[in-house]
C-alpha cells in the first residue's frame, strides 16, 4: 500500500495557494507567521480597525496548524503542583483556570465566525498505564479541584470500557472540556475570517530581517519592506535565522502522525467510544483520536530520532498503534507525515517582549487551544485592551546553553524519556 504523506487533512481542505498582491510601505501591525497564531492575532487587530500585514515564508497554514492532531488539548505540561512550586500558588491556579477559559474561547471563535471544521467536543481520556502513575494522577485531580473548583473525572478499571477498547491501562481521568477539530478548516476559516475582517496575507514571503527605525519598525522581506509600528512573531517550531534571538530560546521538535486505512465504523467506535479522543500519561506522550467521519484512527507522538528512515519510522508508529489496539494488527497505514512542535525552557506557553516586538509562542505541542488564544491576547494588548491580561505573559525564556538552532541534544533527551516510561512500565 502506498503511504501518503501529505497530511490526511489537506484531502479535505487543500492549502491555498495566494496571489501575489504588494506589499503597502506601511501599517500598524505586521505579522510573522500565518498560522493559528498570526492569523488569530490578525483578525482581532483587523475587526478592530487597525491596518495588518501578515508574512508566511510558506502557504498559509502549512506548518503545524493544519498538521496537527486536532486534539483540542489546551494541556499545561506542568503538573498544578509542580506549577506552584515555580510561580507560585496564585499565578500557577490563574493559568490552570484560564486553560479552561481557553478551551471554551476556542469554541467561542469557531462560532462567532461560522467555522466549520467538525469541532466534536467529544472528552478526553487520559490512560494510566501503572497503579502508581494512577494514584498520582487522582491525587493531581483532586489538588486542581481543591485550588481551583476545576472537575475532572477519574475512570476506575471497571469504567475503561466506556472509554477505551484497550486492556493496556489501569485507569485514567476523563476530560469532558475537550474535544476535537479538523485543524486544516480551522486554518481555512480562521485566514477567510481574518481577510474579511481586513488583514492582508502575504503567502510564500519569508520575513528576512526585522529592526526598530524611528520609533516604528522596518520589516524586510524577501519581496519587499514595510514600517510598521507594531510586529508580532507567530513562528513557533518554523522560526529561522531571520530571528537568532528567538532562535536560542525555542527549541523544534519533530512530531509524527500515522493514519489508519478505512475501519469499519464499529471497530473504532469500539476502540474510542464516543468518538473520544485519548492519550497517555508518559514521558514520551502518544494521543490517539478518530477521523471526523469515525472511519480511522489517527496516531500522533513524537518522532524517534534514532529512526532515520520513513519507512521505519512509519512502523514505529504502526506498531506503537498495535500495541495499544491489538485489534488493529494487519491493518494499513494510509496517510504518514511529520511536523515541528516547540519547547522553551519556561515548558508552558508564552507571550512576551524583546526590543518592543511581541512574541506568542512555546506551545509545548498543545496549541490547537493555546495558539489562537494567545495571538488574540497579544493583539488585544496591542490595542490596549485590558482583555489582554494573561497569566501566560512573562519575561522571555532563558537560552538553551550551547544551542544556536540545531537541536543536537533531542535524541539524547528523547531517549532519556523513552527509559523513563520503560522503567515506569515496569514498577
Ligand atoms: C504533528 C503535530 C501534531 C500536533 N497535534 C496537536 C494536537 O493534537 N493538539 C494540540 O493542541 N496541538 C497539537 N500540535 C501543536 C499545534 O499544531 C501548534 O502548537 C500550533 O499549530 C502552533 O501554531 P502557530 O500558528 O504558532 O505556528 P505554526 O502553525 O507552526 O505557524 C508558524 C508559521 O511561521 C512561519 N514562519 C516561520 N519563520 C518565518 C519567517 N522568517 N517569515 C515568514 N514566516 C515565517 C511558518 O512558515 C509557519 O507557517 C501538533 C503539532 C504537530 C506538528
Known amino acids: 500500500m502506498t503511504i501518503s504523506q501529505m497530511p490526511y487533512w489537506w484531502e479535505d481542505a487543500p492549502l491555498m495557494a495566494l496571489p501575489k ?179 492582508v496575507i502575504h503567502a510564500e514571503t519569508a520575513v528576512l530581517n526585522v529592526k526598530q527605525h524611528a520609533g516604528s519598525f522596518q520589516v524586510e522581506t524577501e519581496h519587499g519592506h514595510c514600517q510598521a509600528t507594531n510586529v508580532i512573531v507567530a513562528t513557533n517550531g518554523y522560526g529561522d535565522d531571520s530571528d537568532k534571538w528567538l532562535r536560542r530560546r525555542l527549541v523544534p521538535v519533530k512530531s509524527r502522525i500515522v493514519v489508519t486505512e478505512e475501519l469499519s465504523p464499529n471497530l473504532v467506535a469500539s476502540l474510542m467510544p464516543n468518538g473520544r479522543g485519548m492519550g497517555e500519561r508518559k514521558k514520551l506522550y502518544r494521543y490517539f483520536r478518530p477521523t471526523p467521519d469515525g472511519k480511522r484512527i489517527l496516531m500522533g507522538g513524537r518522532e524517534p530520532p534514532w529512526v532515520n528512515n520513513l519507512d521505519r519510522s512509519i512502523e514505529h508508529g504502526r506498531r506503537a498503534l498495535i500495541s495499544i489496539f491489538p485489534q488493529l494488527e494487519g491493518v494499513g497505514i494510509t496517510h504518514s507525515w511529520s511536523g515541528n512542535v516547540a519547547f522553551s525552557r519556561s515548558d508552558i506557553p508564552q507571550f512576551f517582549s524583546h526590543e518592543g516586538i511581541h512574541y506568542a509562542v512555546g506551545f509545548c505541542g498543545s496549541g490547537t487551544v493555546w495558539a489562537p488564544w494567545l495571538g488574540n491576547k497579544v493583539a488585544l494588548k496591542i490595542l490596549g485592551d485590558p482583555d489582554g491580561t494573561t497569566s501566560f505573559e512573562s519575561d522571555p525564556p532563558p537560552n538553551v546553553p550551547l544551542y544556536r538552532g540545531k537541536p543536537w541534544f533531542i535524541p539524547a533527551m528523547i531517549a532519556g524519556y523513552g527509559l523513563q516510561d520503560w522503567i515506569n512500565s515496569r514498577r
Open 21 to 199: 498582491t504588494d506589499i503597502s510601505p506601511a501599517c500598524d501591525v505586521a505579522i510573522v507567521g500565518a498560522g493559528f497564531t498570526g492569523l488569530s492575532a490578525a483578525l482581532t487587530l483587523s475587526k478592530a480597525g487597525k491596518s495588518v500585514q501578515v508574512f508566511d515564508k510558506d502557504v498559509v497554514g502549512a506548518a503545524a496548524s493544519s498538521r496537527n492532531g486536532g486534539i483540542t488539548s489546551g494541556s499545561l505540561r506542568p503538573s498544578l503542583a509542580s506549577a506552584v512550586a515555580r510561580f507560585g500558588e496564585e499565578r500557577a491556579c490563574a493559568m490552570f483556570v484560564e486553560a479552561k477559559q481557553a478551551r471554551l474561547g476556542l469554541r467561542e471563535l469557531i462560532d462567532a465566525h461560522g467555522i466549520d471544521c467538525d469541532y466534536d467536543l467529544s472528552g478526553m481520556f487520559t490512560g494510566a498505564l501503572t497503579v502508581s502513575d494512577f494514584n498520582a494522577m487522582k491525587s493531581e485531580a483532586q489538588l486542581l479541584f481543591n485550588k481551583t473548583g476545576i472537575e475532572t473525572q477519574i475512570v476506575t478499571q471497571d469504567m475503561l470500557p466506556d472509554h477505551v477498547g484497550s486492556n493496556k491501562y489501569v485507569g485514567g481521568l476523563s476530560n469532558s472540556a475537550i474535544g476535537t477539530i479538523h485543524p486544516a478548516k480551522l486554518v481555512s476559516g480562521l485566514y477567510k475570517a481574518a481577510t474579511k475582517a481586513g488583514a
